[in-house]
C-alpha cells in the first residue's frame, strides 16, 4: 500500500507500544479465522488489567522498560521513539506547568520546550515514578519521531496555472509557509528552482533551532519536493521553511510564521489523531489548534488528507459472536484484520473510538498479534471516566519474521462504543480496509480557511489515487476539500513524486496565485474561491473528491483603479489614479464623454503609466479609467466630473420684486452650483414665457428699475460669465 509522510510526535493521545512477549504462552483456546489460519489465545490475551501506573501511557511503560539496564536492546533501537542515552522523550499533561518545570528541575530535567499545559522533556525510567506522585502532572505519554513513508509533478498545466503566470500572476509579493522534514537537495536548487531569497527556521533538537539552512539538511529530500512543487505552481512567491520536530516545534513554526506575513502554509505530513474526529481536540498543543491559530492569522492551511485508503477502517463496533473482539468483517465473519510486513519492518496502528474527550469509560485494548508465536503487542492505556482517559490506543510493532500479522480490537469494558476507527501505517494494506474514513491529523479539520487534498495523477486526473485517502470524518463531514495532482516530475524527484504529499503544495501554488491576485481574500475567501473553481467530480461535495479537481479558471481581470482625480490648467486636464488592489494591470483606458454614464465616449489606450494629460475645448466632462491586462479591461473607477473652461453657473434663486410707484426694484440670491457668474440679465414679458419686452443687465444680485409703465409683466434673472 501507499501511504503519506506521517509525522508522529507526542500529540495528546499519541500511544505507543506495549512490551511484545518473550515466547508463547500456554494455550488456552484456539478459533479459527475465515482464511483457514488460527491462532491461539493465551492467558496474558484474555486477562482484562488496567495498566500499572495510572499516569503513564502503556507505550511509555513499555518504552522505558526496555532502556533499564546497561545495555539497550535492538528492539529499544528500533522502536522508533524520541531518545537521548538512556533516556526517552515525553510529553507531559499538567495543571501546572510551573509546579510540573520545578519538579522536573529536582530531577536534574530541562524542558525542552514548555506551555501552559504541557512540557516536552527527556526523562529516565526512574523520573517517570518520581513525576507520578507531582500533583500537577496528570498524564505522560512518548513522543515518537517524524518519519516518512512516501509514495513512490506537471502540475502547472493541468492546474491551469501556466495561463496565470503567462498572464503576470506569480504570486509575487505573497509569502508561502512549507513545515516539512529533510530539505536535502534544497540548498542546490537556490535560485533555479526555488527563490534564492528563502527563509529557514531549522530545528537542531526540540526547542532548538537556527536560521542556518545547512540545519535543515539530512535525511531525504521530501521537504525539498514540497518546496519546489509549490515554486512549481506559483513561481514568484517568497519561501518559509520549518522542520519541527514535535507538537509544540510545530505550534511555534506557525506562529513564526505568521508574524514573517505568511498567507499560505502547506503540510504534507501528518500526526497522530488527538481528537474526537469533529476537528477539534482538547489539548493546546494539538496540531488543530495550530491550523486554527494559522487562520486566525490570515494564513490559508493545506493539508495533505493522506495516503491511508487502504489502511484504514471506520464503521460500528461488531461482535455478533460475542468474544469481545471488533469483527472487521461480517462475511467472512473475522475479528482481525492481517497485514503482511517484512522482517525488521516497523507496523504502527491507531485506534479511536466513540467517546468522551476526556473522561472516556469505554475499555478498549488495541493489540498487534503474531499468530506464530502468540505474542502480542498492546495499548491498554486506561478508560474508566477519569479526567486523563481518552478513547484513543496506539501501537507500535516491529515485525520479527516476515509474514501476516493480526491487528485486533478487544472490549474489555460493557459499554459499547458507536463506532471505531483503526489505521495502520506499513508498507502494506489491511484485509479489511473500509476504504473511507482516512483523514490525517490535522487534514481532518474543520476550519473553512483549510484545505485537505487528496491526489489525482496529472495524466489521468478523473481517476483518484488507489491510495488517497477518503472521507467521511467520524463525525460525517465531507472530505477531503479537493485534490490536486500528484506524480509531477521535479528536479529534486525527476521520476516522479507521487501523493498527496505533492498535491498539497500543488494546490498550496494555486492558492498562493489566488492570494497574489486578490491580496483582500481571507482564507476562507480564498478557500471558497478555489472550491468554485474545481472541476466537479459527481455530485459535489463527497467523499472522494470534495469539490472537485483544482483549477483556476480565466484570469481575472483587474479591480476598478482606486481614488481618480484631476487638475486643470488652461484647457489641459491631468487625470491620476493608484493602480488596482488585484489583478495585473498592463495598461490602462480613460473613457470620457460630455454626459453622466458616459453616453459619447472618447476611449484613448494608455501606456503602464498612473496619469494622463489631456486637452480639451471649453466645457463639462465625465471621465473614469479602467486597468487593462491579459485577461481584458477590469471594472470602471469612480466617475469624475472635469470642468474645462469657465462653468456655465446655475441659477439664481428667491427672485423678489418691490413697486413703489413707477419703480421697480429686483433681487435675488446668487446661485450656489456650477461656475461664479461675472454678472446677471434679468429678463422681462408680458406673458409667462413669452416674448422679452426688456434684457437688462445687472453686475449685482440686485437691479433698480424706474420708469415703468403700468402693466403686468413677468421677470426671471439668469447668471453669466
Not at 475645448?617 to 469657465?646: H, I, K, M
Amino acid at each position: 500500500m501507499c501511504i503519506c509522510s506521517i509525522r508522529y510526535p507526542a500529540l495528546a493521545g499519541i500511544l505507543i507500544l506495549i512490551s511484545l512477549a518473550d515466547g508463547p504462552a500456554p494455550r488456552v483456546s484456539a478459533q479459527s479465522h475465515a482464511d483457514g489460519s488460527s491462532f491461539t489465545s493465551t492467558a496474558a490475551e484474555l486477562a482484562v488489567a488496567a495498566p500499572a501506573h495510572s499516569k503513564i501511557s502503556s507505550e511509555l511503560g513499555a518504552a522505558t522498560r526496555r532502556l533499564i539496564g546497561a545495555a539497550r536492546s535492538a528492539a529499544a533501537d528500533g522502536d522508533g521513539f524520541l531518545r537521548r542515552g538512556h533516556l526517552v522523550a515525553v510529553t507531559i499533561r499538567t495543571t501546572d506547568s510551573a509546579a510540573t518545570t520545578k519538579a522536573l528541575q529536582t530531577l536534574d530535567r530541562t524542558p525542552l520546550n514548555i506551555s501552559p499545559h504541557a512540557i516536552e522533556v527527556y526523562v529516565s525510567a526512574d523520573d517517570l515514578t518520581a513525576l507520578e506522585a507531582e500533583p500537577s502532572v496528570t498524564f505522560m505519554q512518548a513522543i515518537v519521531p517524524r518519519r516518512s513513508k512516501d509514495v513512490v509533478g506537471q502540475g502547472r498545466a493541468v492546474h491551469n496555472a501556466a495561463s496565470w503566470i503567462n498572464g503576470g500572476f506569480t504570486g509575487a509579493g505573497v509569502r508561502v509557509g512549507v513545515i516539512d522534514y529533510w530539505f536535502t537537495g534544497i540548498n542546490d536548487l537556490l535560485g533555479s528552482e526555488v527563490p534564492a531569497n528563502l527563509v529557514a527556521r531549522c530545528y537542531t533538537s526540540p526547542g532548538q533551532f537556527s536560521s542556518n539552512l545547512g540545519d535543515c539538511l539530512g535525511g531525504g529530500n521530501h521537504g525539498a519536493a514540497v518546496a519546489e512543487s509549490v515554486i512549481d505552481l506559483a513561481p514568484g512567491v517568497q519561501l518559509f521553511i520549518a522542520d519541527p520536530e514535535t507538537p509544540l516545534d510545530f505550534q511555534a513554526s506557525v506562529a513564526w510564521m505568521i508574524s514573517q506575513g505568511v498567507s499560505v502554509i502547506v503540510f504534507s505530513q501528518a500526526f497522530l489523531w488527538d481528537g474526537p474526529g469533529d476537528g477539534t481536540s482538547p489539548f493546546a498543543d494539538s496540531p488543530l489548534r495550530s491550523v486554527d491559530a494559522a487562520v486566525n492569522g490570515g494564513a490559508l492551511f493545506v493539508i495533505a488528507a493522506g495516503n491511508e485508503r487502504a489502511a484504514t477502517w471506520l464503521g460500528p463496533w461488531r461482535d455478533t459472536n460475542a468474544n469481545a473482539f471488533h469483527e472487521f468483517s461480517a462475511a467472512p465473519l473475522d475479528d482481525v484484520n492481517r497485514v503482511s510486513l517484512s522482517q525488521g519492518e516497523v507496523l504502527q496502528v491507531q485506534a479511536r473510538w466513540q467517546d468522551a474527550w476526556p473522561g472516556a469509560s469505554t475499555d478498549l485494548v488495541l493489540e498487534v498479534r503474531d499468530p506464530m508465536t502468540g505474542a502480542i503487542a498492546s495499548s491498554n492505556n486506561p478508560q474508566g471516566g477519569a479526567s486523563n482517559h481518552y478513547p484513543r490506543e496506539f501501537v507500535s510493532f516491529t515485525a520479527p519474521r516476515t509474514g501476516q500479522f493480526e491487528v485486533r480490537l478487544r472490549r474489555t469494558s460493557a459499554a459499547i462504543p458507536a463506532w471505531v476507527q483503526v489505521q495502520a501505517f506499513s508498507s502494506q494494506a489491511l484485509q479489511y480496509p473500509t476504504n473511507s474514513g482516512g483523514m490525517c491529523n490535522p487534514a481532518e479539520s474543520a476550519n473553512p480557511g483549510a484545505l485537505a487534498a487528496g491526489a489525482a495523477s496529472w495524466q489521468t486526473t478523473s481517476v483518484i489515487e488507489d491510495f488517497s485517502s477518503l472521507g467521511p470524518t467520524p463525525d460525517g463531514r465531507t472530505k477531503p476539500d479537493i485534490v490536486g495532482a500528484d506524480r509531477g516530475l521535479t528536479a529534486i524527484r525527476p521520476a516522479g513524486f507521487a501523493g498527496t504529499s505533492q498535491a498539497a503544495p500543488y494546490v498550496a501554488g494555486l492558492a498562493a496565485l489566488v492570494k497574489g491576485a486578490f491580496p483582500a481574500y481571507s482564507p476562507a475567501q480564498v478557500a471558497g474561491y478555489l472550491k468554485t473553481l474545481a472541476q466537479p467530480r459527481g455530485s459535489v461535495p463527497n467523499n472522494t473528491w470534495g469539490y472537485g479537481f483544482a483549477v483556476l479558471g480565466a484570469l481575472p481581470p483587474p479591480s476598478p483603479p482606486l481614488n481618480l482625480g484631476s487638475s486643470v490648467s488652461g484647457n489641459n486636464v491631468s487625470l491620476t489614479w493608484q493602480a488596482p488592489t488585484s489583478g495585473i494591470a498592463t495598461g490602462y483606458v480613460v473613457e470620457a464623454g460630455s454626459a453622466p454614464g458616459l453616453a459619447n465616449l472618447a476611449v484613448q489606450p494608455l501606456g503602464n503609466t498612473l496619469s494622463f494629460a489631456i486637452g480639451a475645448s471649453n466645457g463639462t466632462y465625465y471621465a473614469r479609467v479602467r486597468a487593462q491586462s491579459a485577461a481584458g479591461l477590469g471594472a470602471p473607477s469612480n466617475e469624475l466630473v472635469v470642468q474645462v473652461g469657465p462653468a456655465v453657473p446655475g441659477a439664481p434663486s428667491a427672485l423678489q420684486v418691490a413697486v413703489n410707484g413707477a419703480n421697480a426694484s429686483l433681487s435675488w440670491t446668487p446661485p450656489t452650483t456650477g461656475g461664479s457668474p461675472s454678472g446677471y440679465r434679468v429678463e422681462a414679458s408680458l406673458t409667462p414665457g413669452g416674448p422679452l419686452i426688456a434684457a437688462l443687465n445687472a453686475t449685482t444680485n440686485s437691479l433698480f428699475v424706474p420708469g415703468v409703465p403700468p402693466g403686468r409683466y413677468y421677470a426671471r434673472v439668469r447668471a453669466i460669465n
